[in-house]
């Protein structure tokens, strides 16, 4: 089992930054992927970047260029660096672990682009 802990979500203004963190319970080193999803209201959850073994990292069109996901292995945990937000960006965060034959999901974090 693991276990992970969103943190970092909040209320910021259209042009803010905001940083997301995803604590995991077992190393990163255990895991094959670690992905970021939002999911606004009504709308199906939405994969937003993925740090893989290696730190490769992937984004979806839509933050490509603004946001950035990192990793740090010895605080067995992942971040996600939003800049530029937009009314848009706004929903709940959402961290998920990859194992072979598993994943894992946090309990998301609030996230609201608003002036």
């Known amino acids: 089992q693991v276990q992970l802990v969103e943190s970092g979500g909040g209320l910021v203004r259209p042009g803010g930054s905001l940083r997301l963190s995803c604590a995991a319970s077992i190393s990163l080193d255990s895991l094959t992927g670690v992905g970021w999803y939002r999911q606004a209201p009504g709308t199906q959850r939405e994969w937003l970047a993925d740090?893989?073994?290696?730190?490769?990292?992937y984004y979806a069109d839509s933050v490509k260029g603004r946001f950035t996901i990192s990793r740090d292995t010895a605080k067995n945990t992942v971040y996600l660096q939003m800049d530029n937000l937009k009314p848009e960006d706004t929903g709940v965060y959402f961290c998920r672990a990859r194992k072979v034959m598993s994943d894992y999901w946090g309990q998301g974090t609030q996230v609201t682009v608003s002036s």
């Open positions: 740090i893989r073994g290696g730190g490769y990292a």
